[in-house]
C-alpha cells in the first residue's frame, strides 16, 4: 500500500473508537455522546469501506468473499438510521464498532494479493438484496423495508423483507415464470 493511503487511514484512531464501543458495550454513552460515538465511527466505516471495496478485486480465496461480505454489510449499515431508543442507538454504535474493527484488520492484512479480477462483482453485490421471509431476491422497483429478524446467536439480524406480501410477489414471479405453450 501506498504511503498516502497509510496517512488518510489512522488506524490507531479507529482501534481506539471501537474498543470504546465494544468494551463499552455494557455501558456505551447516552445522549449527545452515543450521537457522536456513532458519527465518528460511521466516519471510519465509510472510509475503511471505500477502501476495502478498492483491494478487494486484487484479493484471493476467503480474504475476498469477507471483502465482499463486510463491504455489503457496511454500505446496508450505513445506510440504516437506528430508531429513536436508546437501545436501538446503542446497537447501532456495536455495530459500526465491529464493522470497523473487521474492515480495519482485512485493509491491514488483505492476504496475497494478485491482479484484479471482476472489478464489478463488490458493486453488483451492494445492490442485491434478499428477502428475509421468502428467500427471494428484491429487484429494484419492488418495495422493501428493513427489518431485524430473531436469532439465538445474536439477538437480532438486520436484513429486508418485501413490503408487499412474499406470497403476492412469488406468484407474480411464477407468473412470469410460467411455460409458453
Not at 470504546?20 to 455501558?27: F, I, K, N, S
Not at 423495508?145 to 412469488?170: P, Q
Given at each position: 500500500m501506498s504511503g498516502a493511503r497509510r496517512q488518510q487511514i489512522d488506524a490507531a484512531a479507529i482501534r481506539q473508537s471501537y474498543r470504546a464501543a465494544v468494551l463499552g458495550a455494557v455501558r456505551l454513552p447516552t445522549g449527545q455522546a452515543l450521537d457522536e460515538a456513532a458519527r465518528l465511527l460511521a466516519g471510519h466505516v465509510q472510509l475503511l469501506t471505500a477502501e476495502v471495496a478498492r483491494l478487494g478485486p486484487r484479493m484471493r480465496r476467503?480474504?475476498?468473499?469477507?471483502?465482499?461480505?463486510?463491504?455489503?454489510?457496511?454500505?446496508?449499515?450505513?445506510?440504516?438510521?437506528?430508531?429513536?431508543?436508546?437501545v436501538t442507538r446503542q446497537c447501532r454504535v456495536f455495530d459500526l464498532a465491529i464493522l470497523a474493527r473487521s474492515l480495519l484488520a482485512l485493509w491491514e492484512q488483505p492476504g496475497p494479493l494478485g491482479p484484479a479480477v471482476d472489478e464489478g462483482e463488490i458493486e453488483k453485490?451492494?445492490?442485491?438484496?434478499?428477502?428475509?421471509?421468502?428467500?427471494?431476491?428484491?429487484?429494484?422497483?419492488?418495495?422493501?423495508?428493513?427489518?431485524?429478524?430473531?436469532?439465538?446467536?445474536?439477538?437480532?439480524?438486520?436484513?429486508?423483507?418485501?413490503?408487499?406480501s412474499c406470497a403476492a410477489v412469488a406468484e407474480e414471479r411464477r407468473a412470469r415464470l410460467r411455460a409458453v405453450p
Amino acid at each position: 500500500m501506498s504511503g498516502a493511503r497509510r496517512q488518510q487511514i489512522d488506524a490507531a484512531a479507529i482501534r481506539q473508537s471501537y474498543r470504546a464501543a465494544v468494551l463499552g458495550a455494557v455501558r456505551l454513552p447516552t445522549g449527545q455522546a452515543l450521537d457522536e460515538a456513532a458519527r465518528l465511527l460511521a466516519g471510519h466505516v465509510q472510509l475503511l469501506t471505500a477502501e476495502v471495496a478498492r483491494l478487494g478485486p486484487r484479493m484471493r480465496r476467503e480474504y475476498r468473499r469477507t471483502a465482499v461480505h463486510l463491504v455489503v454489510r457496511a454500505h446496508h449499515t450505513l445506510e440504516e438510521r437506528a430508531g429513536p431508543s436508546s437501545v436501538t442507538r446503542q446497537c447501532r454504535v456495536f455495530d459500526l464498532a465491529i464493522l470497523a474493527r473487521s474492515l480495519l484488520a482485512l485493509w491491514e492484512q488483505p492476504g496475497p494479493l494478485g491482479p484484479a479480477v471482476d472489478e464489478g462483482e463488490i458493486e453488483k453485490a451492494v445492490g442485491r438484496r434478499i428477502c428475509g421471509a421468502c428467500s427471494q431476491p428484491i429487484y429494484p422497483g419492488e418495495g422493501a423495508e428493513s427489518a431485524v429478524f430473531a436469532t439465538e446467536a445474536s439477538g437480532g439480524l438486520r436484513g429486508y423483507l418485501h413490503t408487499d406480501s412474499c406470497a403476492a410477489v412469488a406468484e407474480e414471479r411464477r407468473a412470469r415464470l410460467r411455460a409458453v405453450p
